[in-house]
């Protein structure tokens, strides 16, 4: 299986039972038909277009994320171009191989952001050490601008 992201735009004017209809429709292509795996289904809700899409200057955004096989993208794409009630849709490719394991997934986000939260300890610590030592070097007197500044008090 490999893992996709798909996000298509549907004409505002649908109401909240055409939206969903849409989306179970396509999961159900993806899981039921094909076998494959939902992963996430964001309803981004309606946002203005950066373009006029089919007279339409609004559309109402859903990104869904899924683990599947060509076959099913295809038949879903398929449909989707069918369907007058979706104005654009764009699937992109995420990984070439998608073994669907939640626990595996969880665990590396998990480290992920405990090697994240580690390298940013690090980095802090790094950064005051760094400042702490640049300023003994300018306290200790060697900087040459420091003596020439300071007159001497055995001539006078």
Sequence with gaps: MRRYETIFIIRPNAGEDDITEIIDRNTGIIVDD?????????????????YLIKKE????????????????VTEMERLLKIDDRVLKYMTIKLQEQFAPDPEFDKADDE????????????????TSETSETSGDSETSGD?????????DTDDE
């Design 34 to 50: 094909f076998g494959g795996t939902m992963l996430t289904i964001d309803k981004w809700g309606i946002k203005k277009l950066a």
């Design 57 to 72: 200057q609004q559309g109402y955004y859903v990104y869904i994320q899924y683990a599947g096989v060509p076959e099913a």
């Design 111 to 126: 480290e992920e952001a405990d090697a994240a939260e580690d390298s940013e300890d690090s980095e802090t610590s790094e």
């Design 143 to 151: 900087s040459g601008e420091a003596d020439d500044a300071t007159p």
